[in-house]
């Protein structure tokens, strides 16, 4: 009888184990299906929000690159000036081989780049608070709708530029060797992480100086099986093989390289920028990253991060900060990026893309180092719920009167595309000398490879020496009607700034080519005679 007693409260037990375990797995179920569909409408709104934003003239250049390369085996810095890192260009000419519509491919992939990026942190913080069970999907979630509700995300994400790729294999990078440099990181992490950044490297300059702190951990901590030097041989190794299309562009046309990339990034756009206003770019730099603070969200994430990513760890001493990876990591990698987003002059604020996510996963990583028990989860959701409802107050005015999915049909995407026929279908197979090199790449008319950068080569070729716009490939207003001399070309206009685009206004006219307004009523195609 006494056993028989024993039993059943044993099975009482079991069964009890056996409901909690089966409510568990019925709430985790439901939470990742919540997540699921989160995300794939922020991918929904994302991809329809970027496919219907109006056309940024910084996009033409990375769009122009890739087709000279795909349509004519054309390379930067040999056959044209380009005034960025060339890794965009061999992915744009292998999309672009694939079809005509450059505007749509070239932002598709970089919406899927900021989608994937977005899977990458919602996973990373799913993992950093599993202490939290079932509950950290939905702190993740959390995290991750925040993030896609940022400013400097809305604003930057999805455009045909260089930004979503490289901010995707950065934090890539990060999360590999994080996994590299735990006691049972498999030692494949290592080199993926080198090969990851060499990727965004090649992509952005400005992603560079991250090398210092991914090597700089590399060296800091202990692994099992592996010593610090061995695991920074071959994340070094990895990212120089990564690195190898940007290198052979340097060992090819060593002169052009560094003049495109620094004489005319530097010291050639700091004389135009002067000779337009002096005091404004100084200003511009000191007053930009803390302009930015304005933004709610933008002050909360950098409150975020310097009470839970420094503060907290920081408060029991730096040494004892620095022994944890998911600690240092956040310290030592964010002032690096700062660094590559104040670089440029002037600064933008797609510039300052590149610490976003960093300071979120540090902040994130922080609070779940702070509060690692199963019953913080209170405390972490009620942090979040005020979070994200300040982000979307933020975000209610961009909302309003807003519908992406209107007017499809006129979405850039492919009201470019139909202007890009109409040059073709005009000019036939002459050449078209513009500064929007986008519309007639298009429809099929081809450019000159010396206008691939759109008006930022041509802005710059009054402050270069005669001698460097002749070695270099820069065509000014000086040097114009010697370029087209034994290149008479059919002219396109008014999609740019009107005082830039003033000498070849008057170039066509005191040549007598004919002026035909476009179908978008904007347009101006100047017809050689």
Request: aromatic content about 14%.
């Amino acid at each position: 009888m006494e056993g028989t007693v024993c039993d059943r409260v044993r099975c009482t037990d079991c069964a009890k184990r056996m409901s909690l375990s089966s409510d568990y797995g019925s709430h985790e179920w439901k939470r990742r299906v919540f997540g699921a569909f989160i995300l794939a409408l922020i991918f929904v709104s994302l991809g329809a929000g970027c496919l219907a934003r109006q056309f940024n003239h910084d996009e033409g250049q990375f769009v122009a690159s890739g087709v000279l390369l795909a349509r004519a085996g054309l390379l930067p810095y040999i056959h044209y000036p380009y005034f960025h890192l060339p890794n965009l260009v061999f992915v744009y000419a292998a999309l672009f081989a694939t079809n005509d519509f450059l505007l749509l491919t070239a932002r598709s992939f970089n919406v899927v780049c900021a989608w994937l990026l977005l899977l990458l942190i919602y996973g990373m913080i799913a993992s950093a608070f599993r202490s939290l069970g079932e509950k950290r999907w939905t702190v993740a979630i959390a995290f991750t709708l925040f993030f896609a509700l940022h400013p400097i995300f809305r604003f930057t994400a999805g455009r045909a530029w260089n930004h979503d790729l490289p901010m995707l294999t950065s934090v890539a990078a990060l999360a590999m060797l994080l996994r590299g440099v735990e006691p049972n990181g498999a030692r494949g992490w290592m080199p993926a992480s080198g090969a990851m950044l060499a990727i965004a490297a090649g992509t952005r300059l400005t992603f560079l100086p991250l090398v210092v702190p991914f090597l700089a951990l590399t060296l800091i901590f202990k692994a099992p099986g592996s010593a610090p030097y061995h695991r920074a041989l071959v994340f070094l190794i990895a990212f120089t093989v990564a690195l190898l299309p940007t290198l052979t562009l340097f060992a090819v046309g060593p002169k052009a390289f560094l003049f495109d990339n620094f004489t005319c990034n530097g010291l050639l756009n700091l004389r135009f920028r002067q000779s337009r206003n002096p005091h404004a770019l100084i200003w511009n730099k000191l007053l930009f990253p803390f302009e930015q603070l304005r933004s709610p969200a933008t002050l909360l994430v950098v409150l975020g991060f310097a009470l839970f990513a420094c503060w907290c760890p920081l408060r029991n001493g730096w040494r004892n900060a620095l022994r944890s990876p998911k600690t240092a990591a956040w310290l030592l990698i964010v002032p690096f990026a700062l660094i590559g987003a104040f670089l440029p002059s002037p600064s933008y604020l797609q510039y300052y893309y590149a610490p976003i996510p960093f300071l979120v996963l540090g902040a994130a990583y922080g609070i779940a180092r702070c509060w690692p028990a199963p019953g913080d989860h209170v405390k972490i959701l009620r942090l979040l719920a005020a979070v994200l409802a300040i982000s979307f107050l933020e975000f209610l005015p961009d909302l309003r009167g807003s519908n992406p999915f209107a007017g499809i049909g006129q979405w850039p995407v492919w009201s470019i595309h139909r202007v890009g026929l109409e040059i073709r279908k005009k000019t036939g197979a002459r050449s078209v000398l513009t500064l929007a090199p986008i519309y007639p790449l298009e429809g099929g008319a081809s450019i000159y490879p010396q206008f691939c950068t759109g008006p930022f080569a041509w802005r710059i070729a009054p402050f270069a020496k005669s001698e460097d716009r002749e070695r270099y490939g820069l065509v000014g207003a000086q040097n114009l009607d010697a370029f087209l001399a034994a290149r008479p070309a059919a002219i396109l206009t008014n999609y740019e700034n009107a005082t830039l685009e003033g000498p070849m206004k008057t170039y066509a006219e005191r040549n007598d080519h004919t002026r035909s307004m476009l179908s978008d009523e904007r347009g101006v195609l100047w017809l050689p005679p």
